[in-house]
């Protein structure tokens, strides 16, 4: 079946550096990807998505580039925040799935000041 | 505001006390679905609704059971919690059109804690 698999947290960086979370799939065909975010306290929000090989999501400052090759999906952000505190899910949703997204275990990124 | 509201949010109990999770949405969505987080396993489905009267068996089903009667509300019934149930559950909407593009949008989670 489907599944995703993400970088172990906790992921602690300074403000204004770099960021990236790893994430690979395994899936048939030609799912989506997504990257959901989730503020303490708060339910899951999509942060940003890509549905075909190549294509680049990106919203707040994140990107992720869908890599069929590699059948990757790693999220980057250049220079982070305190703000983006926070866990980040990588998702995807395969052709045969519905409307089921199969979700990795989450890293949580902390940012000091 | 389009939204995805789930009540109670948070929720102690004790084993065997039948209770209910409410989920409801205001956009009309066909598809909801409930997910339970657990730590390092991330977000798991337990069921899923297409439609009013269609629901279906997720990946975590056993323990648990839903209804759909009208498209706006979707439950989640416990019947007799156990500990193992322990966790934080979501529910989610979004259309069912089919397309791989189609958004999911997620209450805010309900914490049980099943003792």
């Known amino acids: 079946g489907d599944s995703v698999t993400q970088m172990e947290g906790p992921v602690t960086l300074s403000e204004e550096a770099f960021l990236t979370i790893n994430c690979t799939y395994t899936?048939?065909?030609?799912?989506?990807l997504f990257w959901y975010v989730q503020y303490p306290g708060e339910g899951l929000q999509l942060l940003l998505k890509?549905?075909?090989?190549?294509d680049k999501g990106s919203n707040k400052g994140f990107e992720a580039t869908y890599r069929k090759e590699t059948t990757s999906f790693h999220l980057e952000k250049g220079s982070v925040q305190v703000s983006d505190s926070a866990v980040y899910f990588c998702?995807?949703?395969?052709?045969?799935?519905?409307?089921?997204?199969?979700f990795g275990g989450g890293t949580r990124l902390m940012v000091k000041p | 505001e389009a939204q995805v509201t789930q009540n109670p949010r948070y929720l102690i109990t004790v084993t065997g006390k039948k209770l209910t999770v409410t989920c409801s949405q205001n956009?009309?969505?066909?598809?909801m679905s409930w997910y339970r987080q657990d730590p390092g396993l991330g977000l798991r489905q337990i069921y899923y609704?297409?439609?009013?009267?269609?629901?279906d068996k997720g990946d975590v089903p056993e323990g648990y059971k839903v209804s759909r009667k009208e498209k706006r509300n979707f439950p989640l019934i416990l019947e007799s919690p156990s500990p193992n149930q322990t966790s934080l559950y979501f529910c989610?909407?979004?259309?069912?059109?089919?397309?791989?593009?189609?958004?999911?949008?997620f209450g805010p989670g309900t914490r049980l804690t099943v003792l």
């Open positions: 998702a995807l949703r395969g052709n045969n799935a519905g409307n089921m997204l199969t």
């Open positions: 890509a549905t075909k090989a190549d």
């Open positions: 956009m009309n969505h066909e598809y």
């Open positions: 899936a048939t065909g030609y799912p989506s």
């Open positions: 609704s297409m439609n009013v009267e269609v629901t």
């Open positions: 989610a909407s979004s259309w069912a059109s089919g397309s791989l593009t189609d958004t999911q949008y």
